[in-house]
């Protein structure tokens, strides 16, 4: 009766690890891993990843998923550029062909070319930026982890034209037609901001 038991069991167990067999069409596969050589093919979908790294490591990294094709590229900032990004890649956002790239803990947002992702300009003087909204042709504003501000970018001369201040941490940004909204994480508020300052403050449940 044991060894039918025992028989029993295999018999169940052995499908499943004939089954387990792996399958590399579902894991996107990198383009020559080996080196990680930049290919940029603007003709079909991609994804920007934007790799975080460790905080004080100086080791992030931007990675382009083709989903279409199921293939994924790695460091393709150090690639293009020859230097390593910056500490803690927070975002990207894609203005007209440039891609502001938001290195937080480096103070800085790099200005890429998308075509070829080499670094076109950098946005300096700005304390922990996190993200960047366009608001007009001309201007995006910035929110900011530790700065206390927020802060208002010319997209032209990429220098900062202004700042509004606001004790605390700011994050995403939306425009609303005339209205800016800003995620507060840590003071549990949405904020209403226009040219002319702060209008509201909406309390809203923790973060």
Do not use: H
């Amino acid at each position: 009766m044991r060894n039918a038991i025992i028989y029993i069991a295999i018999g169940m167990l052995l499908p499943m690890f004939l089954g387990c067999e792996k399958d590399d069409s579902v894991i996107p596969q990198c383009i020559d891993c080996s080196n990680d050589s930049l290919l940029i093919d603007t003709t079909v979908a991609v994804v920007y990843i934007m790799n975080e790294g460790n905080y004080g490591w100086n080791n992030s990294s931007l990675s382009m998923y083709y989903p279409n094709l199921n293939l994924v590229q790695n460091n393709v900032y150090q690639s293009a550029n020859g230097v390593i990004a910056g500490d803690v890649m927070q975002s990207m956002t894609l203005i007209g062909n440039s891609g502001f790239l938001v290195l937080n803990n480096s103070d800085k947002i790099d200005v890429l070319d998308m075509n070829t992702l080499k670094v076109q300009g950098v946005v300096n003087g700005i304390s922990t930026p996190r993200y960047v909204k366009q608001i007009s042709q001309t201007e995006a504003l910035v929110s900011s982890l530790f700065g206390n501000k927020v802060y208002w970018l010319d997209l032209r001369s990429l220098e900062v034209i202004k700042t509004t201040e606001y004790t605390g941490w700011t994050e995403q940004i939306e425009l609303v037609y005339e209205n800016i909204f800003i995620v507060s994480p840590d003071q549990n508020k949405l904020l209403v901001l226009n040219r002319d300052g702060w209008v509201k403050e909406i309390e809203v449940g923790e973060f």
